[in-house]
């Protein structure tokens, strides 16, 4: 077991369930979100509102028994750096060919089995969505394994992965890159909703402080 204690709720979990922060030479309180910055570390549930909690709390300060300083806008950074995380890594797995872009050619993929994930814009038309989870849960229905659905970035951020199309709706292919993306993904729908413990949008039902 790798679990770690976070500071604001005294929950244990592991550690891609959590942010790792550290002290910068400066007294500023640091995300270390790729896990390698040296130093004294401390975990908060990877979750904007515990995030805010640990601000508000003072928490950092004890944890890394230090005079540090939490930016006040500490939240904000660490979603827009997985914002960055996710977009970087679709990027990645576009040119690894384990993206496929479009409504049909989602639908096909998903149909056909190859789908790992499908992302929809925030702002994508409810019938467009309504069809392709149509699609996910017949897949699933026929025997497939489980086919993942987000809607974590706006119609304007999508189209700038694809470079020349008005992009709603992607699904991502198995392959590491592929699954870089899901993680990160993950990651960052887990911090804007931690209510939903994991489940995605769309889908059915189914030990120390420091370091």
């Known amino acids: 077991m790798n679990d770690r204690t976070c500071i604001v709720t005294r929950q244990c979990l592991t550690a891609d369930q959590m942010i790792r922060f550290v002290a910068a030479p400066d007294g500023t309180v640091v995300p270390d979100l790729k896990g390698r910055l040296p130093g004294r570390g401390c975990w908060v549930t990877a979750s904007r509102e515990c995030i805010e909690k640990a601000i508000a709390k003072k928490a950092f300060a004890r944890a890394l028994k230090a005079d540090v300083k939490a ?18 890594m679709i990027n990645m797995a576009r040119k690894a060919g384990q993206i496929v872009m ?44 489980e086919i993942l659905s987000f809607r974590l970035l706006p119609a304007e951020e999508m189209t700038a992965i694809s470079g020349d199309r008005n992009l709603i709706h ?37 030990e120390t402080d420091t370091e």
Do not use: C, T, W
């Open 102 to 145: 479009g409504g049909a050619k989602v639908d096909a993929a998903i149909r056909s089995g190859k789908a790992v994930a499908v992302f929809h814009a925030v702002d994508a038309a409810a019938d467009g969505v309504r069809k392709l989870d149509q699609a996910r849960f017949a897949a699933v229905a026929a025997g497939s394994d």
């Open 170 to 206: 992607l699904a991502v292919l198995a392959g590491q890159a592929g699954e870089g993306v899901v993680k990160r993904a993950k990651m960052l729908d887990r911090y804007r909703n931690p209510a939903k413990g994991g489940r995605m949008a769309g889908d059915p039902a189914k």
């Open 71 to 88: 930016p006040a806008d500490l939240a904000d950074s660490i979603e827009a750096q997985m914002v960055a995380a996710l977009v970087g």
